[in-house]
């Protein structure tokens, strides 16, 4: 979760004390409950706040176990690793950022979470290539980039989601979501300060093509 300021600045690197005590994430629940793991001084670069990913995986606690997850801006890694903590059979996180992507690597090594596979690329590349299902799918672009209508589309366009799939997403609470493609469904929302999360269902019994 690269991200800048709802305004479109870019965050400083951290520099005191206080900003490096932020280059951290706490796995807040699961198997890893409690275990910190670092990420870089990359430029915009935090984790979701713990409030945040405590609502969210109160909202997806029946669907975590077993589940095949998707974080196409992993970021830190706090959303993935998260869920694995949670009981989630597999996470793929696509993260561009190439010292990020190290980073990612050594919670891999460092949790022994083979459960967890990286991908060091662009998220709409990686859409580009072989779709597979998946249960859960995380998405919290960089805000001023405006790319969750061409990952929902891309998302969309077939492959990528279980029968029943789950998508997160988050945005400035001032920019509107792209439309709901067919099928498409938003199940929970909220505000968090300047950051507005949602939780939305892809359904393909409304499409007509459950038994």
Request: charged share 20%; net charge positive; aromatic share 8%.
């Amino acid at each position: 979760m690269i991200r800048r300021t709802p305004s479109g600045k870019r965050e400083s690197a951290p520099s005191n004390a206080a900003g490096r005590s932020r280059q951290q994430l706490r796995i807040i629940g699961g198997a890893w409950r409690g275990r910190h793991l670092h990420f870089p001084a990359v430029l915009g670069l935090r984790p979701t706040p713990d409030r945040v990913r405590e609502t969210l995986f109160n909202w997806l606690q029946p669907i975590i176990p077993g589940a095949r997850c998707l974080d196409l801006f992993a970021g830190s890694g706090a959303l993935s690793f998260e869920a694995l903590s949670r009981g989630a059979a597999e996470a793929v996180l696509v993260e561009r950022d190439a010292a990020a992507a190290h980073a990612l690597q050594q919670h891999v090594e460092t949790l022994r979470a083979s459960q967890a596979r990286i991908v060091p690329d662009d998220a709409l590349h990686y859409l580009r290539g072989t779709p597979h299902p998946y249960d859960v799918i995380f998405l919290d672009p960089p805000f001023q980039d405006q790319l969750l209508p061409a990952c929902v589309a891309a998302l969309a366009a077939g492959g990528w989601l279980a029968p029943r799939a789950w998508i997160y997403l988050e945005a400035d609470k001032r920019t509107p979501l792209p439309p709901w493609p067919p099928g498409w469904s938003l199940h929970r929302s909220k505000i968090a300060g300047e950051v507005g999360y949602y939780l939305a269902l892809y359904s393909d019994s409304e499409l007509g093509n459950s038994p």
